[in-house]
């Protein structure tokens, strides 16, 4: 029977998105997933969100339950009989929390860390301005879009949708052995992305292969709304 593990709510999501050659993603692929391409092109996501209300087999967290999350994922497709589950793999995933860090860790095994963050949210009668912040190394990186307030569908077929629409995850446990989760939200709204700003050491958070992409400009940046989420607390093993 599968339970619903974790239920919280997502918002303000901010995804910059960057082409990466497919063979720096190889090392982190689990085992029974392949790259999932756009348009023949791998992508990886610096990815900055708002995570409320945290409940864990529906008990609230104490004073943990909302914080800012930081992450690098790339996108996976698994083959089931004729049809594909499109996921996520983490590279890293950064909270503020020590505990929350352990708990994803322990139950998960996934890749957190605990690092000092913060957030500036702020909305104006037509826009809203989206700022994460996370220290590394004594150094404040930041992650940042300026965007519209009005919110609209994601277009079918278009790079938007491709990002978002992946609601697996896959966590490389070793070299044979993956877990699978379920991740359950509606589809989301996004907001037009008027400009933005980044500045992330790429090499201290997620390793030398991706140090060029403190250098270069992402293929797209942007904003969803969010929504409630579940993750489902059955893993498979594949």
Known sequence: MTKTFLTARWENLIMANYAVEPEILLPFLPKGV??????????????GFMFKKSRIFKLPIPLLGTFEEVNLRFYVKRKINNEYRRGVVFINETVPYKPVAWLANKLYKEHYIAIPTKNKIHHTENNKTVKYDWKIQGKWNFLEAHATKKAREMPS????EFIFEHYYGYTKINESETQEYKINHPRWLVNDVLNFNIHCDFSSMYGKEFQHLST??????IIAEGSEIQVDWKRIGI
């Open 34 to 47: 392949e790259l999932d391409l756009f348009e023949g092109k791998a992508y990886v996501s610096l990815v």
């Open 157 to 160: 077929n278009s790079l938007e």
């Open 216 to 221: 270069q400009k992402p293929d797209s940046v």
